[in-house]
C-alpha cells in the first residue's frame, strides 16, 4: 500500500495568496483528517470527514480555511487568502475505524511558508 | 485543563537505559489511546496502542494505561539513538476524533 500521499510536500507563497493543499488517504479508509503542527500549539486538528462527510469542522481557525472531500480517494485543504501565521506543516491522515482499525496513518506532510 | 498534557520537558538518557514517558487526559470517555513517535521533519508515525488497563508490551517498549487515574505512560528499555525523537500521546474522544499532546522530546546519548 502506498499509503496516503500528500502534495506539494512544500509551498512557499505570499501573503494574500491562494494555497490548495492535497491528500490521498489509504484505500478503503472511511475517515480523513486534515491537521496542523507548529512549534507553539503542537498537532492540532482542523477538520475531519467521515465517508467524504465533514464532521467536525470546530478546529478550522477562520472562514479562509476550507476544506473538501469530493470523493473517497481525494480531499483538499484551501487557505484564501493566506497569511503569515498560517505558515506551518499540515497533515493529512485517514483510518478505518473498526474494533482494533481506528489507527490513524500520516501523510508526509506539507511544509507551508506564507512571507 | 487540557485534554492531553505531556509536562516533562526534553529526556535525555544514556544508551542502554529505560526512558520512562507520562500523559495524563481529561475526558473519562476516552477509550483508545496511542504513543506516536516523530522524527525531527518527519510525520507522526504510531508505535504503541492499547485500550485497556494495565501493561502492554511490544518489543523495547511498554505502555501502560490507569483509566482510574486518566494517565497512559510508555517505557522504552535498552534506549538506542535511533530511539532520539519527540513522542506524542494521542487519546480518541467522540466520533474518532484524537485529541494529542504536545509532545515529549527525547534524546538518546551514546
Partial sequence: DAGVIQSPRHEVTEMGQEVTLRCK???????????????????????????????????????????????????????????????????CASSLVGQSTD????????????? | QKEVEQNSGPLSVPEGAIASLNCTYSDRGSQSFFWYRQYSGKSPELIMSIYSNGDKEDGRFTAQLNKASQYVSLLIRDSQPSDSATYLCAVTRRNNRLAFGKGNQVVVIP
Fill in chain 1, 103 to 115: 489507527t490513524q496513518y500520516f501523510g508526509p506532510g506539507t511544509r507551508l511558508t506564507v512571507l
Fill in chain 1, 25 to 91: 488517504p489509504i484505500s478503503g479508509h472511511d475517515y480523513l483528517f486534515w491537521y496542523r503542527q507548529t512549534m507553539m500549539r503542537g498537532l492540532e486538528l482542523l477538520i475531519y470527514f467521515n465517508n467524504n462527510v465533514p464532521i467536525d469542522d470546530s478546529g478550522m481557525p477562520e472562514d479562509r480555511f476550507s476544506a473538501k472531500m469530493p470523493n473517497a480517494s481525494f480531499s483538499t485543504l484551501k487557505i484564501q487568502p493566506s497569511e503569515p501565521r498560517d505558515s506551518a506543516v499540515y497533515f
